[in-house]
Structures are given as structure tokens and as C-alpha cells.
């Protein structure tokens, strides 16, 4: 997604331990605001594009970038603002995602969740939505 530029060097890593069919293992991630302010990285910098065979631009974002912000935020998550250096504080990290969220367009979000929910209804309501939902979250932030 983005090189390794050190911000994540020091960030807290958790040890998870993971139990099923009489398996065990134990996986290293790192916590949830460090991986809510990677995902936050995303929003504000993947360059991504979706097009048709001719070349039209189907869709500009990757909707479940959004659709993931929208769950850490839902979750009460709050982003590891050392891994977030394009902000000094959190006021200037609320106006960079508002930018970006103002750039979203639902039928990009909606093509990227098509494949990935299987609730045809949901993926209509949640890409008309989605805009306002994280507008509203941000604002809380």
C-alpha cells in the first residue's frame, strides 16, 4: 500500500492466540489504533483506479477503505496519531479525512463492495451513505 517509511517501527504488536480444529497459533498484529491510522494512510493516499476494457474510469477509491474506516470509528477506535505524520494534531486529521471523504463518489464505493458483501440491498444503502456516515464519525473524532 505505502512504503515502510518507520512509522509503524514502535508501535505496539500484540500476541493473539488463535485455537481451531485442535490447531493453535499464535499471531503477531499490530493493535487496533495502529491499524485504524494505517487504514486512515490508505484513505488519504491510495491511488487507485478502476477501469473498462475501453479505458472509461468505472470507479476513483477503493470503497472498503471507506467501509473499514466506518467500522474502526463505529467501534470507538481511535487512530495511533503517531503513525499519522500528514497531521500535526487531530483537527488537521479531521480536515485531510473530510477532503478525502468529499472526494468519495458512492458509485466507487459500491463496486469495490459488491464483491465483498453479499446483501445486494446493504451494499445499495451503505455506498449512499457511506459519505455521510464517515462525515459524521470525523466530526465526533
Partial sequence: MFRDDGLLSGCKVEAIPLFKMNRSIIIKAFDLPTLMATKIRAVLHRKWEKTDKSGKTLATVKGRDYFDLMWYFRKGISPNLTCIKEASDKNELKRLLLSAVDK?????????LDALIADDR????????????????????
Fill in 104 to 112: 468519495a463518489d458512492p458509485s466507487s464505493i459500491k463496486l469495490d
Fill in 122 to 141: 446493504y451494499v445499495v444503502d451503505i455506498s449512499a451513505n457511506l459519505c455521510d456516515i464517515l462525515r459524521g464519525e470525523i466530526e465526533k473524532m
